[in-house]
């Protein structure tokens, strides 16, 4: 079992920053490549970034990239979610995933074994 804790959403202005963290705890963190899913009200669950259990691949979904940045410290057991230049598209539930079937940074929800229990960020236009 992993645990995953959410935190660092919030309300911001569109073209704001946020940064979200997620601490884990449970196995060993390292062993798991994570991801990065958001969900808008009547909208399904998608795709945002995803990391490798080595910090070395990154994915992200076209929506974010050049925006949004992943990153892991694996010393510290946590995944960050760095959220530059903020569009009121982008409000929606995040949530953290651990992946402990992939060493790349899989897409697919249902490639994630375990989920926090998600962040709220809205962005205000």
């Known amino acids: 079992q992993v645990q995953l804790v959410e935190s660092g959403g919030g309300l911001v202005q569109a073209g704001g920053s946020l940064r979200l963290s997620c601490a884990a705890s449970g196995r060993t963190f390292s062993n798991y490549a994570m991801g990065w899913f958001r969900q808008a009200p009547g909208k399904e669950r998608e795709f945002v970034a995803g990391i490798s259990w080595s910090g070395g691949r990154t994915s992200y979904a076209n929506s974010v990239k050049g925006r949004f940045t992943i990153s892991r410290d694996n010393a510290r057991n946590a995944v960050y979610l760095q959220m530059n230049s903020l569009k009121p598209e982008d409000t929606a539930v995040y949530y953290c995933?651990?992946?402990?079937?992939?060493?790349?940074?899989?897409?697919?929800?249902?490639?994630?074994?375990?989920w926090g229990q998600g962040t709220q960020v809205t962005v205000s236009s």
């Open positions: 995933a651990a992946d402990s079937g992939n060493s790349y940074p899989s897409r697919t929800a249902g490639d994630y074994d375990f």
